[in-house]
Nanobody, 115 residues
Framework: QVQLVESGGGLVQTGGSLRLSCAAS????????MGWYRQATGKQRELVAS???????NYVDSVKGRFTISRDNAQNTVDLQMNSLKPEDTAVYYC?????????WGQGTQVTVSS
């Protein structure tokens, strides 16, 4: 069992920055692919960014150049640095752990970008 605890959400103005952090329990973190998803009201959950166990990253087109995902295997954490935020980035952001066949989700943290 893996527990994921997110922090760092909040309210920010357009153009501002936030840093989300996710702390994972357990000893399998370093071999997992970690991701950040988001779900806006009335929309489906979408993958924002992911980072493999080897450090390869992937981003949805809408955040490329603005968001950066990183991981610290010594601390069992994965962060999402979000810059140049836009109102359309407003959503609940979820941390995700994937190590076949296991998938775990955090409880979510609200990010609201005001115009």
């Amino acid at each position: 069992q893996v527990q994921l605890v997110e922090s760092g959400g909040g309210l920010v103005q357009t153009g501002g920055s936030l840093r989300l952090s996710c702390a994972a329990s357990g000893s399998t973190f370093r071999s997992a692919t970690m991701g950040w998803y988001r779900q806006a009201t009335g929309k489906q959950r979408e993958l924002v960014a992911s980072i493999s166990s080897g450090g390869s990253t992937n981003y949805v087109d809408s955040v490329k150049g603005r968001f950066t995902i990183s991981r610290d295997n010594a601390q069992n954490t994965v962060d999402l640095q979000m810059n140049s935020l836009k109102p359309e980035d407003t959503a609940v952001y979820y941390c995700n752990f994937y190590r076949w066949p296991s998938v775990y989700w955090g409880q979510g943290t609200q990010v609201t970008v005001s115009s």
